[in-house]
């Protein structure tokens, strides 16, 4: 079973910028797909974007595209969440997924999970002035 923890989160002002990390373990991360996802208070689990498994191709929510970019190392079995021009409705805990199985190298984008079975415990991202 993997394990994922995420890091990076803070306190911004609007307009600004945060790189997350997720952090896999477990397995390799050559063969998984990963997706980030965030909850907002009172609000449930959405999702924010999808790397496949070589990073050759990510896909983003409405609400981020152009802002936010999913980049992978696989070497260092890290994926990141770069935030850039951060709104107040960006605040949220954010979390990264991945699939129960290896053998799931892309998104499954035509679920609100995109196939992810795994999560971290989050990383918690305030943007306020």
């Known amino acids: 079973q993997l394990q994922l923890v995420e890091s990076g989160g803070g306190l911004v002002q609007p307009g600004g910028s945060l790189r997350l990390s997720c952090v896999v373990s477990?397995?390799?991360?050559?063969?998984?797909?990963i997706g980030w996802f965030r909850q907002a208070p009172g609000k449930e689990r959405e999702g924010v974007g999808c790397?496949?498994?070589?990073?050759?191709?990510?896909n983003y929510e409405d609400s981020v595209k152009g802002r936010f970019t999913i980049s992978r190392d696989n070497a260092k079995n890290t994926v990141y969440l770069q935030m850039n021009s951060l709104k107040s409705e960006d605040t949220a805990v954010y979390y990264c997924?991945?699939?129960?199985?290896?053998?799931?190298?892309?998104?499954?984008?035509?679920?609100?999970?995109?196939?992810?079975?795994?999560y971290g415990k989050g990383t918690l991202v305030t943007v306020s002035s």
């Open positions: 790397i496949n498994n070589n990073g050759g191709k990510t």
């Open positions: 477990g397995d390799t991360l050559d063969y998984y797909a």
């Open positions: 997924g991945a699939p129960m199985t290896s053998l799931q190298a892309m998104c499954l984008m035509n679920r609100p999970d995109y196939g992810m079975d795994y």
